[in-house]
T-cell receptor, first 117, second 115 residues
Framework: NAGVTQTPKFRVLKTGQSMTLLCAQD?????MYWYRQDPGMGLRLIHY???????AKGEVPDGYNVSRLKKQNFLLGLESAAPSQTSVYFC????????????????FGPGTRLTVL | AQSVTQPDIHITVSEGASLELRCNYS??????LFWYVQSPGQGLQLLLK??????LVQGIKGFEAEFKRSQSSFNLRKPSVHWSDAAEYFC?????????????FGQGTELSVKP
């Protein structure tokens, strides 16, 4: 099992450019998440999905869009990148919530470092 | 609203010394609590989690954490720190059975280990 993988690992954009970050998981997890990590602020949830074809906003969704067309993939899009979106982006997945709460453990990808000039 | 506070931004300990990282949470019901570790340039790895039952939880790499409801705390401990423990540590609280198991993370505590 590869677990959670993210593409690309690094990217530099100019202000106003667009791009898509790809997250893939091979654990058949129902839930997937996109976070951004900034110094001193921990991880903040951008968007999440509780199943194929469904998405929901997290804590900091502005400027981002997501899609979950396939269960194993979760895409994060930046339509018009801004310097404030310079960050490290992490994807995570988890099985659905179940008895004893076992479903809530999230498994993280290695991250994508994005710089917007 | 749920929140997690890690009061210490950066801690330095000597190798072989004991370690305690603090975590305080705010949550209106029984919390589900996690500690994750992030090595430089890596993603987050789960150290341990508390859902219910015994308030002292054992995790990987010799770590343990104790849930204290009266203090709203979930502090992480290790009796003897190794140089390889240098990393950033995140405490998180989660809501189950609604909102897709979202996690709220603390700001993180960076651990440095002196030889």
């Amino acid at each position: 099992n590869a677990g959670v993988t993210q593409t690309p690992k690094f990217r530099v954009l100019k202000t106003g450019q667009s791009m898509t970050l790809l997250c893939a998981q091979d654990m058949n997890h129902e839930y997937m998440y996109w976070y951004r990590q900034d110094p001193g602020m921990g991880l903040r949830l951008i968007h999440y999905s509780v199943g194929e074809g469904t998405t929901a906003k997290g804590e900091v969704p502005d400027g981002y869009n997501v899609s979950r067309l396939k269960k194993q993939n979760f895409l994060l899009g930046l339509e018009s990148a801004a310097p404030s979106q310079t960050s490290v982006y992490f994807c995570a997945s988890s099985p659905p919530s179940g008895r004893a709460g076992e479903g809530s453990t999230q498994y993280f990808g290695p991250g994508t470092r994005l710089t917007v000039l | 609203a749920q929140s997690v506070t890690q009061p210490d931004i950066h801690i330095t300990v000597s190798e072989g010394a004991s370690l305690e990282l603090r975590c305080n949470y705010s949550y209106g019901a029984t919390p589900y609590l996690f500690w994750y570790v992030q090595s430089p340039g890596q993603g987050l790895q789960l150290l341990l989690k508390y859902f219910s039952g015994d308030t002292l939880v054992q995790g990987i790499k010799g770590f343990e954490a104790e849930f204290k409801r009266s203090q709203s705390s979930f502090n992480l401990r290790k009796p003897s720190v190794h140089w390889s423990d240098a990393a950033e540590y995140f405490c998180a609280v989660g809501a189950l059975f609604r909102q897709g198991g979202k996690l709220i993370f603390g700001q993180g505590t960076e651990l440095s280990v002196k030889p």
